[in-house]
């Protein structure tokens, strides 16, 4: 049973940084992709940036040059790396996992790390 734990999330001023992590009970060579996602008080569920098993990442407009994904696959973990945080940045952010499979995709998600960008 795959699990993924996110941890890192925080409270931090505006400008400020955080880096979240999310380790997963697997190897996470065998997913097709991963990503962050978030969610914010009153919102939808929205996709932050993905990267996939070979390396090719994708950002949302509102955190590109701002927020980076890396994964280690040695450490079967995920990161994000957000800097110059903004408090429309705060938001529940949790860790998705997929694979695809003869045409069918299963995403794998973990609980969810808050993040709250407040002076």
């Known amino acids: 049973q795959v699990q993924l734990v996110e941890s890192g999330g925080g409270l931090v001023q505006p400008g400020g940084s955080l880096r979240l992590s999310c380790a997963a009970s697997?190897?996470?060579?065998?997913?097709?992709?991963m990503g962050w996602y978030r969610q914010g008080p009153g919102k939808q569920r929205e996709l932050v940036a993905t990267i996939t098993s070979r390396g090719s990442t994708n950002y949302a407009d509102f955190v590109k040059g701002r927020f980076t994904i890396t994964r280690d696959n040695a450490k079967n973990t995920m990161y994000l790396q957000m800097n110059s945080l903004k408090p429309e940045d705060t938001a529940n952010y949790y860790c998705?996992?997929?694979?695809?499979?003869?045409?069918?995709?299963?995403?794998?998600w973990g609980q969810g790390t808050q993040v709250t960008v407040s002076s």
């Open positions: 998705n996992a997929r694979r695809n499979w003869l045409g069918v995709s299963y995403d794998h």
């Open positions: 697997v190897n996470i060579f065998s997913f097709n992709a």
